[in-house]
C-alpha cells in the first residue's frame, strides 16, 4: 500500500532515513548501515512508501509479497523498474504514484538486495 509520504527522503537526518515517521517501522541496521546516496535514499522511501509493509528484507517486514532479501540476484535494473513501474502478479503498479527519482532510489536499494 502506498502512502502519502513525503519524497524528501534525501533532505532528511541519517536517523530518519532508515525510519519511517509514519509507523515507525525500520529496516534492520544491518540492511541500512552500509548504503549510501540513493540507495540509502531508496531504502527510506522502501519504508515510506509503505513497500515494507509487504515485502520482507532481512526477516522484516511483511509476508504478503515475496521477500526481497535477495531480490538483486534474481531481477536486474530494467525488471525490476518495469515490476515496481507496472506491477505484477498480486501488485499493483506504481508508476503514477512514484516519480521516476522515487523509482530510481527504490531501484538502487533493490540492487543492494543480494
Do not use: Q
Not at 502506498?2 to 541496521?29: D, F, K, M, Q, V
Not at 515475496?66 to 513501474?85: E, F, G, N, S, W
Amino acid at each position: 500500500m502506498w502512502t502519502h509520504a513525503s519524497s524528501s527522503a534525501s533532505r532528511r537526518s541519517s536517523a530518519a532515513i532508515i525510519r519511517s515517521i509514519w509507523s515507525g517501522a525500520a529496516l534492520p541496521a544491518a540492511v541500512t548501515a552500509p548504503l549510501r546516496d540513493d540507495a540509502r535514499a531508496g531504502a527510506a522511501l522502501f519504508v515510506d512508501r509503505s513497500c515494507w509493509s509487504c515485502h520482507v528484507v532481512e526477516g522484516s517486514g511483511g509476508r504478503r509479497g515475496p521477500d526481497l532479501t535477495h531480490v538483486a540476484a534474481r531481477l536486474d535494473h530494467d525488471a525490476l523498474v518495469a515490476r515496481i513501474a507496472n506491477g505484477g502478479p498480486g501488485m499493483p503498479g506504481y508508476a503514477a504514484a512514484l516519480g521516476s527519482d522515487d523509482l530510481g532510489k527504490i531501484v538502487a536499494f533493490l540492487l543492494t538486495r543480494r
